[in-house]
């Protein structure tokens, strides 16, 4: 008689994709689940005559429909919104490029592949030890939000712009790190390890081998946290940190609503020309 021949029956292989779907999807019915009947919740409240009546009165006021001369009709209040705005693009571009430095100046050490030379054929016990310190440092730098660095920092300086960039740096130089960190850990180790093995010293790896790989990446990466930068900078301005920010606070609290309208005009218009220059640069660098 013949033996039966088993086939082997195939393992299902654990999908990470499939699994963060059905978290996410658990997450969602739970958090909802416990909106609508542990906390009794009922949308259709916010759609009350009380609200619409609120809502009414706002909008009407940042139309100007109730005030003789608005404030976006009003040539001072243009002007003195321009120097809001340029004080805002003045505390966004040195944000940049403070978190830029920054974390120019750590990438390398920051790397994986840098601290078990992989990349570089050579290995050096201390780099593990720059490698722990700059990760951690970028963990603590991104973890905390720019507003809260704004408040701590306002106690330290003076209320001004200066403040204000240095906490959007702070919290972007972490983000900056470990995006470029992971670049390099990405990089094909092929080429940079033939120049290690030709005899290239550290610095020619890092100037011929490192930098003109990862450049573009870095500058996509750059150019995009500066977006995220200069439409956070209109936040960190609440806690005084100047700007659109701090007046756009101080015009809501006097219920000024056309002044808030004529900021929010100033505010998008600084936006889209950030976006605008930033897709050309993108472009540029690729």
Known sequence: MMS???????????????????????????????????????FFTLFNEQNAEYAKKFFSGLFGLQEEKPAFTDKEAWINAGKLTYETLQMSVMAI?????????????????????????????????????????????????????????VFILKPGILPGAVALALHNFGILGKLCAEVIED????????????????????????????????????????????????????????????QFKLSLSYFHYTEITLLLICYIILVFAADFISEGFRKAAK
């Open 187 to 246: 990089t094909d180790a092929r080429p940079i390890r033939n120049l290690a093995s030709s005899g290239a010293s550290n610095a020619q790896i890092l100037f011929y081998g490192i930098i003109p790989t990862v450049m573009p990446k870095f500058l996509t990466y750059i150019l995009y946290r500066g977006e995220v930068i200069m439409r956070t900078s209109i936040v960190v301005g609440f806690v005084g940190a100047g700007g659109l920010g701090q």
């Open 4 to 42: 039966k021949i088993k086939i082997p029956s195939k393992k299902r292989r654990f999908s990470f994709v499939a699994f963060s779907i059905l978290l996410a999807l658990a997450l969602l019915a739970g958090s909802w689940g416990h909106i609508f009947y542990a906390e009794r919740a009922n």
């Open 97 to 153: 490029g403070f978190a830029t430095i920054a974390a120019l100046l750590t990438v390398i050490p920051a790397a994986r592949n840098i601290a078990d030379g992989t990349l570089t054929v050579s290995k050096r016990w201390y780099r593990w030890i720059l490698f722990g310190f700059f990760r951690v440092i970028y963990i603590f730098s991104r973890a905390i939000p720019e507003l809260v660095w704004a408040m701590v920092i």
